[in-house]
């Protein structure tokens, strides 16, 4: 019994490596979106 789950943790945590490796070497693109509006800056003063 507990060495199923030691299987499956080891295996999740070798998912996990792999995951990171890969997001590592091949990062997502941002994506650009254009300002919508311009917020007045007296909204964020202090009262």
Same mark, same amino acid.
């Given at each position: 019994?507990s060495r199923i789950f030691l +299987?499956?943790? !080891?295996?999740?945590?070798?998912?996990?490596?792999? &995951? %990171?490796? +890969?997001?590592? !070497?091949?990062?997502?693109t941002p994506s650009q979106q &254009? %300002?919508?509006?311009?917020?007045?800056?007296?909204?964020?003063?202090?009262?």
């Amino acid at each position: 019994m507990s060495r199923i789950f030691l +299987i499956v943790v !080891a295996a999740g945590l070798v998912l996990i490596g792999i &995951a %990171v490796v +890969i997001l590592g !070497a091949f990062p997502p693109t941002p994506s650009q979106q &254009a %300002v919508q509006r311009v917020l007045p800056n007296d909204r964020f003063q202090g009262r």
